[in-house]
């Protein structure tokens, strides 16, 4: 079950990469697009292929390679499309530096090297701050895509804490999906 979910997953995300690459021949949003959905969709299938080999495989500490790849170039891609007229490096690498920390703790949560708890509060804290870089002097009219995005990345913590099942594959790949697949088409239908 857990490997069908994985595989699943991983064809949506190598189908939307073939559809945004194949889209990309103007657009910088539709190449960042597809570069973080091939990403992902080749993570998933190496989580497919290391839970096919020892069904004990911790997948939840390997999706931290797809993230560590896949997150920076989305919040390039956020900070892009959301065209802030405050908009300036400082505040991507601040951005960045802020994700960095998201990921770090997570990890280290998930890996046991400090306490579950503390590492998902640290890295929800991280991921707020990531938001809070992003969103100096955002238009109107892009307010509501950010507050979606932000909306849906708090999911992650709470997948984070439950515990290790099927459900809570199926959730981080919905989350995921939702995350890198949804930004992506979101981005695509209003970027015309």
């Not at 069904?55 to 997150?71: A, G, H, S």
């Not at 995005?149 to 999911?155: I, N």
Request: glycine content about 8%; aromatic content about 16%.
């Amino acid at each position: 079950m857990i490997n069908d979910i994985l595989l699943i997953t991983s064809s949506i995300f190598l189908t939307g990469a073939a559809f945004f690459g194949y889209k990309s021949k103007n657009s910088i949003q539709e190449r960042l697009s597809s570069i973080i959905l091939l990403i992902a969709g080749s993570s998933y299938m190496l989580m497919y292929y290391l839970h096919g080999i020892d069904p004990e495989t911790n997948l939840r500490t390997w999706r931290y390679l797809d993230w560590l790849f896949t997150v920076p170039i989305l919040i390039y891609q956020m900070y892009l499309y959301l065209d802030n007229r405050g908009r300036t490096i400082k505040n991507l690498i601040w951005s960045i530096i802020c994700m960095l920390g998201m990921l770090g703790f997570g990890f280290l949560g998930e890996s046991a090297i400090i306490s579950k708890v503390f590492g998902g509060l640290l890295g929800t804290m991280f991921s707020i701050y990531t938001f809070v870089a992003l969103s100096n002097g955002i238009s109107k009219n892009k307010v509501k895509f950010y507050l979606s995005v932000l909306g849906l990345w708090m999911f992650y913590p709470v997948v984070y804490f439950f515990t290790d099942s099927v459900l809570t594959i199926v959730l981080y790949s919905l989350v995921d999906l939702s995350a890198k697949l949804g930004v992506a088409a979101y981005i695509h239908t209003r970027d015309k």
